[in-house]
């Protein structure tokens, strides 16, 4: 989903995901992943890009992962 704003998902699935994958919903937290993935990564790369941060140092997957983790807290 690019560009996941409220407008795009008028029924709050995402919302709805989260909610389920927080409480233990697997099937949940694997449809949010596959909502969200995408989109996430392509932020992840653009504030790496942003802040001139070294590939070594923080890749986009490990911000996507602590991102999701926090998420689903």
Do not use: Y
Request: net charge positive; glycine share 8%.
């Amino acid at each position: 989903m690019t560009g996941a704003h409220k407008e795009d998902d008028p029924a709050g699935t995402i919302t709805k995901l989260v909610a389920q994958a927080r409480v233990g919903d697997e099937a949940a937290r694997d449809r949010l992943f596959e909502r969200v993935d995408g989109e996430l990564r392509a932020v992840a790369r653009s504030m790496l890009r942003a802040h001139r941060v070294q590939p070594a140092v923080l890749r986009g997957t490990e911000l996507v992962n602590a991102a999701c983790a926090r998420l689903l807290g």
